[in-house]
């Protein structure tokens, strides 16, 4: 199993040396802005290391929303996201599941996240795949609950959306872990991407708190064994420094391999 840790984008080689990590996710940019990602000095280094890389997208972006002025800018910025996470070699671009208003129906979302696609097929295409992250709370979101992200996928799923599951995001939403790899797959087909997390809080709590592993509210058996049944690299995304997070990821390797 392949296992590492969200990094700073500073020098991601160098963070996951730190981790003893396998994979590595980190930002392009600002998370909290809408900013096109600029080039990297070091795309070949890191189109040619080792380890496995994934971006994750801005916390702003949610092509679901069905007002436009969230709508258009997210589905252009995930468009750029993925372009610049091709030249550096990633895996994937994740990207939260977003959500429609009160009020809206959930259709609107699922139907805007096909636009989305769309238009990045239009623009020449993605370059990566596109990774779908569950979410922890929020009545109104695509991919919170399972049946929700059953009906998005019924309206994207031609366009053969990648998925990334977040342990915390379902445990606080209100999915349980035992058996989650093969609810979710029967959806999704695959899962390419785990967030190992635990949660600070109580299962169907809807709050999104990572906590490290053994620290919170799930049992770190149920994490371990989602990342050996998906078969898929893992990431923490988990408090604390290099020394932390290392930690965390020999806890899952030792649970994962007995």
């Not at 979302?109 to 696609?117: P, V």
Request: glycine share 10%.
């Amino acid at each position: 199993m392949r296992i590492g840790s969200h990094v700073d984008a500073a020098d991601p080689i160098a963070e996951a040396q730190a981790r003893n990590a396998d994979v590595v996710q980190f930002f392009l940019g600002n998370p909290q802005r809408w900013a096109k990602p600029v080039p990297r000095n070091d795309a070949e280094t890191l189109r040619s290391a080792e380890v496995d890389i994934f971006i994750h997208s801005p916390y702003l972006i949610n092509v679901a929303s069905p007002n436009n002025r969230v709508r258009v800018p997210s589905r252009r910025l995930m468009f750029q996201q993925a372009q610049a996470a091709a030249q550096v070699g990633a895996k994937g671009l994740v990207v939260h599941g977003g959500s429609v208003t009160k009020g809206t129906d959930m259709e609107v979302g699922y139907d805007n996240w096909r636009k989305a696609f769309q238009y990045g097929i239009d623009q020449g295409g993605f370059d990566v795949p596109i990774l779908i992250e569950n979410t922890a709370g929020g009545d109104y979101s695509c991919a919170r609950y399972f049946d929700s992200l059953a009906a998005l996928w019924d309206v994207i799923g031609e366009f053969e959306p990648g998925f990334c599951l977040d342990t915390c995001h379902a445990h606080a939403g209100g999915e349980d872990l035992s058996g989650v790899v093969e609810r979710v797959t029967a959806i999704t087909g695959k899962i390419d991407l785990i967030h190992a997390n635990d949660s600070r809080y109580e299962f169907g709590s809807g709050r999104d708190r990572h906590a490290n592993i053994g620290s919170g509210t799930i049992d770190p058996q149920l994490i371990a064994d989602a990342i050996a049944e998906a078969g898929c690299p893992a990431v923490v995304e988990t408090p604390g420094e290099a020394q932390a997070q290392a930690e965390d990821i020999e806890k899952l390797r030792e649970r994962i391999t007995g």
